[in-house]
């Protein structure tokens, strides 16, 4: 049996393309940070140390003849990205964000039953295997978003803005408010197979 997530855990990762309020639980991930334009070289480098340590997770752990307490095999969860600016950009903002003002945590979830010292194993494995002096910022992390508005969005990286407008006035009605402008973006298409127009990524932020 497998755990996938595109079924099981619909409301977390497939909401509608209307906001929604929801109470996201604590979960474990590996993440890493960095600061700049996601359009630059550097920031699919992240993106690919990342990765390379959620499928070495996954697959040696699926090899092992022992294995934890509640284990089941897992499709790999999708990357996700919580993003700022920096308190320069903050200090100076005049409504317009410039991406090399960003700063971010990207992380892909971990199933329950992973703990810390096995990443440390596999972290270990995976400087071995694949160098990559990234490798030393990649974390294991608990993180809760706790409550939050959260959409679908479909399209263009660049027109969220139109949605966190729209995700803003559903809080408004509920009597809610927007604890900042940081939010988490969780990425449901490979930017660099699909369509802008058909890119399809989860919108959440903190009330």
Same mark, same amino acid.
Request: proline share 4%; charged share 30%; aromatic share 12%.
């Given at each position: 049996?497998?755990?996938? *997530? ?6 977390? /990762?497939l #909401? ?5 309020? $929801?109470? $996201?639980?604590?979960?474990?991930f ?7 334009? #996601?359009?630059?070289e550097i920031?699919?480098? /992240? ?7 959620? /499928?070495?997770?996954?697959?040696? !752990? ?16 999708? !990357?996700?990205?919580? *993003? ?21 945590? =990207? ?15 596999? =972290?270990?494995i ?7 002096? !990234? ?22 990286y660049d ?8 995700m ?8 809610l ?10 990425y =449901? ?13 989860? =919108?959440?932020? *903190?009330?």
């Amino acid at each position: 049996m497998k755990h996938e *997530w595109r079924k099981k855990e619909k409301s977390i /990762y497939l #909401p509608k393309n209307k906001p929604e309020l $929801i109470d $996201i639980p604590a979960y474990k991930f590996i993440t890493i940070r960095g600061a700049g334009n #996601p359009n630059s070289e550097i920031f699919g480098d /992240y993106i690919g140390v990342l990765c390379s340590m959620a /499928y070495a997770i996954k697959m040696n !752990l699926k090899k092992q003849d022992s294995k934890p307490q509640d284990y089941m095999d897992w499709t790999v969860y999708p !990357l996700e990205g919580v *993003w700022d600016i920096t308190e320069k950009a903050k200090q100076n903002f005049d409504g317009q964000i410039n991406k090399d003002d960003l700063i971010f945590n =990207l992380m892909i979830r971990q199933p329950d039953f992973i703990d810390e010292t096995y990443f440390d194993e596999m =972290l270990a494995i995976t400087k071995k295997k694949k160098p990559n002096i !990234l490798l030393d910022q990649v974390e294991f992390e608990t993180i809760s978003d706790g409550k939050c508005v959260q959409m679908m969005h479909v399209g263009s990286y660049d027109n969220e803005p139109a949605s966190f407008q729209i995700m803003e006035e559903f809080a408004n009605s509920q009597g809610l408010i927007r604890k900042s402008k940081v939010h988490r973006e969780i990425y =449901l298409s490979d930017f660099r197979k699909v369509e802008e127009e058909k890119l399809k990524t989860v =919108l959440r932020f *903190w009330v």
